[in-house]
Nanobody, 124 residues
Framework: QVQLVESGGGLVQAGGSLRLSCAAS????????MGWFRQAPGKEREFVAI????????AYADSVKGRFSISRDNAKNALYLQMNSLEREDTGVYYC?????????????????WGQGTQVTVSS
């Protein structure tokens, strides 16, 4: 059974930083693309960043490019998101997802496995 558990969210002032982690279990995750998505109240879930199984390729939403960095440690079955220069617009529930074996799809509907999410709140 696949399990994804996010951690690291919290309340931070604008301009600050947070590092999110996602612990994965249940299958060989090094074979799969993993990603971060977020959802603000009243809005659709949106793509943030994704990384291929080897970690060799990444993609970012334009809104976070240059501020966020995605990485993974396959030996630990872990996914990370370093978030710097946070803005109020970054507020939302952040989810990690996996289950895609090819490419870097940005559509959240492509991912069959999800964590429960971790809340990130950025105050001005």
């Amino acid at each position: 059974q696949v399990q994804l558990v996010e951690s690291g969210g919290g309340l931070v002032q604008a301009g600050g930083s947070l590092r999110l982690s996602c612990a994965a279990s249940g299958r060989t995750f090094s074979r799969y693309t993993m990603g971060w998505f977020r959802q603000a109240p009243g809005k659709e879930r949106e793509f943030v960043a994704i990384i291929t199984g080897s970690g060799g390729n990444t993609a970012y939403a334009d809104s976070v490019k240059g501020r966020f960095s995605i990485s993974r440690d396959n030996a630990k079955n872990a996914l990370y998101l370093q978030m710097n220069s946070l803005e109020r617009e970054d507020t939302g529930v952040y989810y990690c997802a996996t289950g895609v074996s090819l490419g870097l799809p940005r559509d959240h509907r492509m991912y069959p496995y999800w964590g429960q999410g971790t809340q990130v709140t950025v105050s001005s």
